[in-house]
């Protein structure tokens, strides 16, 4: 079974979103680990490591999102983990960018359906 990782991040503490995205990916197949809210990327890391995860998803909608899903892909390399990281939420245009080029695979902003999040982390393990 394919073993995924989900957190909120920064002071955001809307979590609708992310659990409704567990839900689905749980039944589309997936084991979902949902850690919480305002989880600190050290800790996302570690259980992602500790847990063989097969991807992590990270959901932040207070601003931050390119900052904290950069340091989170920058904890798995330095710790030899080869784990795609899926971003959603919102953060300005810029901070997207430094998030993509820092190696996070995907991206979904507001108005992303669930079939294509799904389908993500499908192609994305």
Do not use: W
């Not at 500790?50 to 904290?68: M, P, R, T």
């Amino acid at each position: 079974m394919t073993r995924v990782v989900l957190a909120k991040l920064g002071l955001d503490g809307h979590d609708v979103g992310v659990r409704l995205i567990g839900k689905h990916l749980a039944n589309a197949g997936f084991e979902v680990i949902y850690l919480g809210k305002r989880i600190p990327t050290a800790t996302i890391v570690h259980v992602a490591i500790q847990e063989d995860a097969d991807a992590v998803g990270l959901s932040c909608l207070s601003g931050g999102l390119g900052h904290f899903a950069s340091l989170t892909v920058e904890g798995l390399r330095r710790e030899g983990a080869d784990v795609p990281v899926l971003a959603g939420g919102i953060d300005e245009p810029a901070e997207i960018e430094r998030m993509m080029a820092a190696g996070v695979h995907r991206h979904f902003g507001p108005g992303a359906s669930m079939e294509e999040i799904v389908t993500a982390f499908r192609e994305a393990t």
